[in-house]
C-alpha cells in the first residue's frame, strides 16, 4: 500500500502535494521552486547559465482535503411521533 498524498499550503499562497508516511512529521517550509530575476541570485551560477529558480522557503501548513474514501450508510433516520 503506498503512502497518503498530503496537501500543503504555504503563506505565500503555494500549494504542494506530497506523498508522505502517515507518521512522518508535516513540513514546515515551502518547498515550491519559485523563479526569480537573475540580480537577486547574482553570484550563484550552474553550469555557466544563472539559476533563475529558488525554493520558496515560507512557513505551511497541512489542509484538510477530501478523502479518498467515503464512509456507507446515510443520515440518521427521523423518528416520527404519532
Do not use: W
Not at 503512502?3 to 499550503?9: M, S
Not at 523563479?35 to 541570485?41: F, L, S, Y
Not at 505551511?60 to 443520515?75: H, L, V
Request: charged residues 25%; aromatic residues 10%; proline residues 10%.
Amino acid at each position: 500500500m503506498s503512502p497518503p498524498f498530503f496537501e500543503y499550503l504555504c503563506d505565500e499562497g503555494h500549494e504542494v502535494e506530497l506523498e508522505q508516511n502517515i507518521k512522518a512529521d508535516p513540513l514546515t517550509k515551502c518547498y515550491f521552486r519559485v523563479t526569480v530575476n537573475a540580480e537577486e541570485m547574482e553570484g550563484v551560477e550552474g553550469y555557466g547559465v544563472p539559476i533563475k529558480q529558488r525554493v520558496c522557503g515560507a512557513p505551511c501548513r497541512r489542509q484538510i482535503s477530501q478523502t479518498s474514501f467515503k464512509f456507507k450508510g446515510g443520515p440518521p433516520t427521523p423518528k416520527y411521533h404519532q
